[in-house]
């Protein structure tokens, strides 16, 4: 019989070993010291390059517009462009994905724009060890940069507009060992999408704005390695995402007006951000409904780490409920900015999934003026027992869930803005290449502050 393993209890994750796994290597690996393979001199096509390359090659692209779809299955290739904005990938609304790593570990790509593909702009599949620096994604029909069961990662410094989906997203994998930095990411479905990862995965000094929801780890049984837990939010500027004219898949429809939102995630931690401008919640922790959640077996959860992380339920098939309400767990909110938030700046919902109040979820040191319920903060405070009543200016989820919300619009007719000016690789025609062979630094926690407020 057909089993789906469903997590409901966050007793064992604690008891679990989900500590850090460390990262005494550096952003991305050595120098390389394989062959210059150029494109269109040497090579007519990116994929020809590619496909002549071996493990410490760097393939070097000269500015133009490449209209091809490129897959990468060698290992350790670096392929950069001369020119981030004039070195350009474009799917013309036909091709799949801009570039696409499978199964090819330490692949860096670096310095370059890829638009118009119906699926992802730059995508890694089933890697360990990936890079994304410089990388621009614009008006693709999913993600714009899409790292799925993949570890050992670094995007950075990268731009992502017009997608449905997230601009930036990291799934499926535990623990992923990746870090998210300096992206700006704006007029998609959602900034920041994580599905079931976690585990020293930092989403780290970055700016969301004017995206239907900003930042939202999340969880689903449609990828392995459920549920979402421990992902690090810090230092980001979130602000404005309220954004009606876009494309959006349905959860991004569903939470329009969110900042940061973890929906059903458990132990996650979300520090000095600054979080201005929602129409809903600043920062919002509320359970996750799954509809028409999947049966799954425990061999199909792909790279995660193999131990239960928690205790578990196994569930008969005919058994399944045709929602799944993931419950939200131990989540810690310090020390964040928010402001200007409609209906409430810091928002707590269980909806009666957890055997307690709060959940083990907790609020301190936070700059807000509303709360949902009124109180929060001392009312689930970090360090201290819960205590008052949760019920007193709960959020409504059954009402927001049913608001009208305005209709999406096809991701090839938005009307989105003008990148903002963005910064070039340095010496892209010059660096050596340096395959991404090592897990990237972790942040210094203690060194980040909360952003200056956006400008008016």
């Not at 599949?125 to 693709?140: E, F, M, P």
């Not at 109180?375 to 059954?398: E, H, I, W």
């Not at 919300?405 to 050596?432: S, W």
């Amino acid at each position: 019989m057909r089993r789906i393993i469903v997590t409901l209890l966050a007793a064992a994750l604690a008891a679990g070993g989900l500590g850090a796994c460390g990262g005494d290597g550096d952003d991305g690996g050595g120098p390389g010291g394989g062959t210059l393979r150029r494109v269109p001199s040497q090579y007519r096509s990116i994929q020809a390059a590619v496909d002549a390359a071996r493990p410490g090659d760097l393939v070097l692209v000269s500015p133009g517009v490449y209209r091809e779809a490129v897959t990468v299955e060698t290992p350790r290739i670096v392929i950069r462009g001369l020119d981030r904005t004039r070195t350009i990938l474009d799917g013309e609304f036909r091709r799949e994905n801009g570039i696409r790593v499978v199964g090819a570990d330490g692949v860096a790509i670096e310095n370059l724009t890829a638009r118009h593909y119906t699926a992802n702009g730059f995508f890694w599949t089933g890697v360990r060890g990936y890079r994304g620096s410089y990388l621009t994604a614009i008006r693709n029909g999913d993600y714009g940069v899409y790292a799925f069961e993949s570890t050992d990662g670094l995007i950075e410094r990268s731009y992502a507009a017009g997608s449905p989906d997230a601009g930036f997203y990291v799934g499926a994998c535990y623990p992923c060992r990746t870090v998210v930095r300096e992206v700006l990411s704006e007029w998609n479905g959602l900034g920041y999408s994580g599905t079931n990862s976690g585990g020293d995965l930092y989403v780290i000094d970055s700016v969301f704005r004017d995206n239907r929801v900003g930042v939202v780890p999340n969880v689903g049984t449609y990828e392995p390695c459920f549920p979402q837990r421990r992902t690090t939010i810090a230092g980001n500027l979130v602000h404005s995402n309220n954004n009606g004219r876009s494309d959006a898949i349905a959860t991004a429809q569903l939470a329009l007006g969110n900042g940061i939102l973890v929906a059903g995630g458990i132990g996650n931690v979300v520090v000095r951000n600054r979080v201005v401008d929602h129409d809903i919640t600043g920062i919002g922790l509320v359970p996750m409904p799954e509809e028409d959640p999947r049966v799954v077996r425990s061999a199909d959860l792909g790279r995660c780490e193999r131990r239960p992380p928690a205790e578990v339920l196994d569930v008969a098939e005919d058994a399944l409920p045709d929602t799944l309400l993931w419950p939200v767990l131990d989540n810690e909110v310090r020390d964040n900015a928010v402001s200007d938030s409609r209906l409430a700046d810091l928002a707590l919902a269980t909806l009666g999934t957890t055997p307690t109040p709060d959940g083990g979820n907790c609020f301190a040191g936070n700059e807000a003026a509303t709360t949902a319920p009124t109180d929060l903060q001392t009312k689930a405070p970090c360090g201290g027992r819960p205590s008052g009543d949760f019920d007193a200016g709960a959020l409504d989820v059954g009402a927001l869930i049913a608001r009208d919300k305005p209709p999406t619009v096809p991701y090839r007719e938005v009307q989105l803005p003008d990148p903002p000016p963005l910064r070039n690789m340095p010496r892209a025609a010059t660096a050596p290449a340096r395959p991404a062979t090592k897990a990237p630094r972790f942040p210094d926690l203690s060194a980040i502050r909360v952003p200056a407020p956006p400008p008016r």
